[in-house]
C-alpha cells in the first residue's frame, strides 16, 4: 500500500513539467516506476483507489493529470496540475 506519508514527500520532488512529456494515460507499470514502487504495489493501490485509474478495455490505465494532482505537482511557475497556484487563484 502506497504510504500518505511517502505520497506527501513524494510530491515535492515531482515537478509538473515531468508529466508534461507524459501521455495523457500510462499504464499502471510505468505510473509504478514514477512513484519508484513495485508493479504489485501499484495494482494493489489502483485496486484499493488510491491509484486514480480508468478502464478502457480490458486495460487499466492511470491518468497522468490525475495523478499529477493526486501528488500535489507543480511546474516551475507554481501552478499545480490545473493551472491554480497553492491558493487556488489562476
Same mark, same amino acid.
Do not use: W
Given at each position: 500500500?502506497?504510504?500518505?506519508?511517502?505520497?506527501?514527500?513524494?510530491?515535492? !520532488?515531482?515537478?509538473?513539467?515531468?508529466?508534461?512529456?507524459?501521455?495523457?494515460?500510462?499504464?499502471?507499470? *510505468?505510473?509504478?516506476? !514514477?512513484?519508484?514502487?513495485?508493479?504489485?504495489?501499484?495494482?494493489?493501490?489502483? *485496486?484499493?483507489?488510491?491509484?486514480?485509474?480508468?478502464?478502457?478495455?480490458?486495460? !487499466?490505465?492511470?491518468?497522468?493529470?490525475?495523478?499529477?494532482?493526486?501528488?500535489?505537482?507543480?511546474?516551475? *511557475?507554481?501552478?499545480?496540475? *490545473?493551472?491554480?497556484?497553492?491558493?487556488?487563484?489562476?
Amino acid at each position: 500500500m502506497i504510504a500518505t506519508g511517502m505520497m506527501r514527500c513524494y510530491s515535492q !520532488l515531482v515537478k509538473l513539467r515531468e508529466f508534461d512529456d507524459l501521455p495523457a494515460t500510462i499504464s499502471v507499470e *510505468h505510473a509504478a516506476r !514514477l512513484l519508484s514502487i513495485g508493479r504489485a504495489s501499484a495494482y494493489r493501490a489502483a *485496486h484499493t483507489g488510491q491509484l486514480p485509474t480508468i478502464k478502457f478495455g480490458r486495460r !487499466l490505465l492511470v491518468p497522468t493529470a490525475r495523478l499529477a494532482a493526486m501528488l500535489g505537482a507543480t511546474n516551475s *511557475h507554481g501552478l499545480d496540475a *490545473h493551472g491554480f497556484d497553492g491558493d487556488g487563484q489562476p
